[in-house]
């Protein structure tokens, strides 16, 4: 199936922990992103990389770092992990001159 | 600062009927603008885009409109189903890679 997929589903970890999400992506797309959805449903960007090369670095605590080691695969590591970092993270792909972004299904997070 | 608003309170509707969702924005000068579907528990789905130079766009039983005096989208639904209940999302991009999302209306339609 073509598709954007990222992993764990569900991640349930203890403050001060240290959790990466994972993300493919086999459309072959150029450009990958990750989104935050909080409780309110506001999605909002964090990141993007474009050919594995980042053009979009939101306000985003530097706790987070996303690393892309190919134009399929986008990453994002969280160091620290804050109560308030618990939401939904998804990522997404697009490609130049074809409309709309493919989302995963998404990674809900729980800081406790 | 950039704003889109979106009607926070549910839209319930009668199967049948058309539902009208609409998008507002402010301090934005968007290149296009998007509408997504947003299943509980899963992503968002791309629906339609509409560019700026754009008054209607249509697929189906949908159609959006852009009016970039008011700044303003209309998403329309005709003839609804239940199956068509779920959280609408409107997105607006410029021309950079960035596309930034409302808060999203959730539409329900009664059998």
């Known amino acids: 199936d073509t598709a954007v997929s990222q992993t764990p589903k569900y991640l349930v970890t203890q403050m001060g922990n240290d959790k990466s999400i994972k993300c493919e992506q086999n459309?072959?797309?150029?450009?990958m992103y990750w989104y935050k959805q909080d409780s309110k449903k506001f999605l909002k960007i964090m990141f993007s990389?474009?050919?594995?090369?980042?053009?979009i670095n939101e306000t985003v605590p530097n706790r987070f770092s996303p690393k892309s080691p190919d134009k399929a695969h986008l990453n994002l590591h969280i160091n620290s992990l804050e109560l308030g970092d618990s939401a939904v993270y998804f990522c997404?792909?697009?490609?130049?001159?074809?409309?709309?972004?493919?989302f995963g299904s998404g990674t809900r997070l729980t800081v406790v | 600062s950039q704003k889109i608003e979106q009607n926070s309170e549910a839209l319930n509707i009668q199967e049948g009927k058309t539902a009208t969702l609409t998008c507002n924005y402010t301090n934005y000068s968007p290149a296009y603008l998007q509408w997504y579907r947003q299943d509980p528990g899963r992503g968002p789905v791309f629906l339609l885009l509409i560019r700026e130079n754009e008054k209607e766009k249509r697929k189906e039983r949908l159609k959006v409109t852009f009016d970039t005096t008011l700044k303003q989208s209309l998403f329309h639904i005709t003839a609804s189903q239940p199956a068509d209940s779920a959280t609408y999302l409107c997105a607006l991009q410029d021309s950079s890679y960035k596309l930034i999302f409302g808060s999203g209306t959730r539409l329900l339609v009664r059998p």
């Open positions: 990389y474009n050919n594995k090369e980042l053009i």
């Open positions: 997404a792909s697009s490609q130049a001159g074809v409309p709309g972004y493919t």
């Open positions: 459309l072959g797309h150029d450009t």
